[in-house]
């Protein structure tokens, strides 16, 4: 019997490139044991929760996603626990939340060495990795316990599952399986190969191509200067709905390639690690820095054997994927992996209500242009705290400069000798906000989000939105229901004050990841 894992992940050029492999033999002691299911974890980046056909999207060609749903758990109000690669994989991995596995943003080494991979080999199964991202990859840690593992940075989604199942060959056929298969594709820019069904979306395809030549500051794009990004929306939504439908296929090539080697009946645990704004609170082709359930929110299903089928709207989070495998698997409880997560099948096992509230927050706003944001760019490049008309920067090297968006909104002219009063100002409010770690905080329920967002004056503003009656997420509702928002507050407080109390350390970057992060927009 097979069990099945699924999520999405980013996508920028069409050819695979070999970066990564490690290459024990596939082997496993004493051959399958009662019980030892096969377990496939599919990936998926970028996969909006709201663009998949069983989740009411009218223009989605998703019928194997949407097959899979209609056999088993769908979680239409599932989360990650931050709207970036590498740390939700890592979630996912480990069924712990960023603060406790140690990459708290993309491309960040986790430092926990237990995963599901070192679980399920200690107890006899093969185990095979395959990437389509230099951002989820041994560079990460999160080749922990695989026996294979290669990265074929950006390769097509039907070229990575071509990969897998020719490593899943080499597994011996009486060899439970672990397979973790991490999709690239609906990453903008929004370019699904030629000979696949797609719009024409000229505008779109014009900034794609721009992008994918490196010849885009993104920043730009994702801030909607000059009106780039609403002039090309209608077209760009077309084209992310076709590289979904794209994928959509591959995983059906997958499936049904297993299936056809004998490993029938799979469980499946699909979900994404983050979603993609689509012009949400004025963030465009973009995820990460803002926690709106354009990203916040994604795709969770459960489907094989001993999993009832069923639709719900009860809170999910990436990270309760492993502690329902582990339960499913019949690992015993004092041999599990220390968890953030919940065991999602006791709802339908026992009727048990699960988590109740989903928390988490978001990465950090890396351009240091994109101002609406408090704290923006990086450590190691330009970074600044942007008021409500002056934005204070520093470089890597420390000099100091000011600059006026009023007049300059691109950051282009240095005023700090004409304005030294609000370059002090702002200098003073900077000290409780760190680089890379000053973020906007989450506490959501099944209907209602308590957002905290940074302040120049200090702490957080909260509002509360009902993302069910309010799926934009435009009206804050906190007077309307105090109760409700003072409770979510009391857990997000507690909740932050667990965060904090990590150490908040940036890790330098190598080239080679600095290169990948510019390949996928996330830095100039």
């Not at 316990?145 to 990575?160: I, T």
């Not at 010849?215 to 801030?223: D, T």
């Not at 059906?252 to 690690?273: E, I, K, N, Y």
Request: hydrophobic fraction near 40%; charged fraction near 20%.
């Amino acid at each position: 019997m097979t069990w099945v894992l699924l999520l999405f992940s980013c996508q920028t050029e069409p050819a695979p490139t070999p970066v990564a492999s490690v290459q024990p033999a596939l082997t496993c002691p004493g051959g399958r044991q009662p019980g030892q299911h096969d377990v496939v974890l599919l990936t998926i980046d970028t996969l909006r929760a709201d663009r998949l056909g069983y989740a009411g999207h009218p223009a989605a060609q998703t019928p194997h996603l949407d097959s899979l749903a209609g056999r088993g758990q769908a979680y239409l109000e599932a989360t990650t626990p931050l709207p970036r690669t590498t740390p939700a994989l890592a979630s996912l991995l480990t069924g712990l939340q960023p603060h406790h596995h140690g990459a708290r943003e993309v491309g960040d080494k986790i430092t926990v060495k237990a995963t599901l991979a070192t679980q399920l080999q200690s107890r006899g199964w093969a185990t095979v990795g395959m990437s389509a991202m230099k951002v989820a990859s041994p560079d990460q840690g999160l080749d922990a316990g695989f026996q294979s593992f290669d990265v074929l940075h950006d390769a097509r989604a039907h070229d990575l599952t071509a990969a897998a199942l020719s490593r899943v060959d080499e597994v011996p056929a009486d060899c439970p399986l672990m397979l973790w298969i991490h999709y690239a594709d609906p990453h903008f820019p929004y370019l699904p190969p030629s000979d696949f069904p797609q719009p024409a979306a000229p505008a779109c395809r014009k900034l794609g191509e721009k992008a994918a030549a490196g010849k885009l500051r993104r920043y730009k794009l994702f801030s909607d200067l000059d009106g780039m990004a609403t002039g090309a929306l209608a077209g760009c939504s077309q084209l992310y709905d076709a590289e979904i439908a794209y994928t959509d296929t591959a995983v059906g090539a997958l499936l049904q390639g297993l299936s056809a080697r004998g490993r029938t009946d799979p469980l499946v645990v699909f979900t994404a690690d983050h979603g993609e704004n689509m012009g949400e609170w004025g963030l465009f082709f973009e995820h990460g820095p803002n926690v709106h359930d354009a990203s916040f929110r994604v795709p969770l299903v459960i489907a094989g054997p001993g999993v009832p089928a069923g639709r719900t709207e009860a809170v999910a989070r990436v990270e309760d994927a492993v502690p329902t495998l582990e339960s499913l698997l019949q690992i015993p409880a004092a041999s599990r992996l220390p968890s953030d997560g919940a065991d999602l099948s006791m709802r339908w096992r026992e009727g048990a209500p699960g988590p109740q509230v989903a928390l988490g927050e978001s990465g950090s706003a890396l351009h240091a242009r994109l101002t609406d944001y408090l704290v923006t760019g990086r450590k190691s490049r330009m970074h600044c705290i942007n008021g409500p008309r002056f934005s204070f920067c520093r470089s890597a090297k420390g000099k100091e400069s000011l600059y006026d968006r009023s007049s300059d909104p691109q950051l282009s002219t240095n005023v700090i000798t004409h304005h030294p009063a609000d370059a002090a100002r702002l200098k003073e409010a900077w000290t409780p906000w760190p680089v890379e770690r000053t973020r906007q905080r989450v506490a959501r329920t099944s209907q209602f989000s308590l957002v905290g967002r940074p302040q120049l004056s200090g702490g957080y503003a909260y509002a509360l939105y009902d993302h069910r009656m309010d799926p934009h997420m435009t009206a804050d509702i906190s007077t309307a229901h105090p109760e409700e928002a003072q409770r979510l507050q009391t857990a997000l407080v507690a909740w932050g004050a667990s965060v904090d109390g990590q150490q908040a350390t940036v890790e330098d970057r190598t080239e080679a990841l600095e290169e990948a992060l510019r390949s996928l927009g996330y830095v100039e």
